[in-house]
């Protein structure tokens, strides 16, 4: 196994030039100390119990005058309103004339063709 022979190898040289390294370069002093802090900085947590409040919004002043001339104003067909009171019940209760069937069936050439390359079944073609 000759892999395991050069990393035997290899790691020895690294770790005599490592011992190399340190009995060759001058010592260093001691470290730069750039402040008194000793340790890990305190962590700064905010307050975990936060009481959202808001004001509620002012009543809106109906009677302005921007209001007023904005409301929509509600006038009935002049049609409706006359005739007598039974004939305006019986157009009320009168069944829908709109009768005409929307949801139609599809027409049968819609259908699947056996001989269509679309065709995915296991049967084949």
Same mark, same amino acid.
């Given at each position: ?19 190399? @390294?340190?009995?060759?370069?001058? /010592? ?7 402040? *008194? ?17 808001? =004001?509620? %919004?002012? %009543?809106?002043?109906?009677? +302005? ?5 904005? @409301?929509? /104003?509600? *006038?009935? @067909?002049?049609?409706?309103? +006359?005739?007598?009171? %039974?004939?305006?019940?019986?157009? %009320?209760?009168?069944?829908? *004339?709109? #009768?005409?069937? =929307? ?8 259908? *699947?063709?056996?001989? +269509?390359?679309? #065709? ?6």
């Amino acid at each position: 196994m000759p892999i395991f022979a050069y990393l035997v190898a290899v790691g020895s040289a690294l770790i005599a030039l490592i011992f190399f @390294a340190n009995a060759t370069l001058e /010592k260093a002093g001691p470290p730069i100390v750039t402040t *008194q802090r000793v340790g890990l900085p305190q962590t700064q947590v905010p307050n975990p119990i936060q009481t959202l409040t808001s =004001t509620p %919004a002012p %009543a809106p002043d109906m009677a +302005s005058p921007l209001v007023l001339v904005a @409301a929509p /104003k509600v *006038q009935a @067909a002049p049609e409706l309103l +006359s005739g007598e009171p %039974a004939a305006r019940t019986a157009r %009320a209760e009168a069944p829908s *004339q709109n #009768n005409r069937v =929307t949801d139609r069936q599809p027409p049968a050439e819609f259908g *699947q063709n056996p001989g +269509s390359p679309r #065709n995915f079944g296991l049967s084949g073609m």
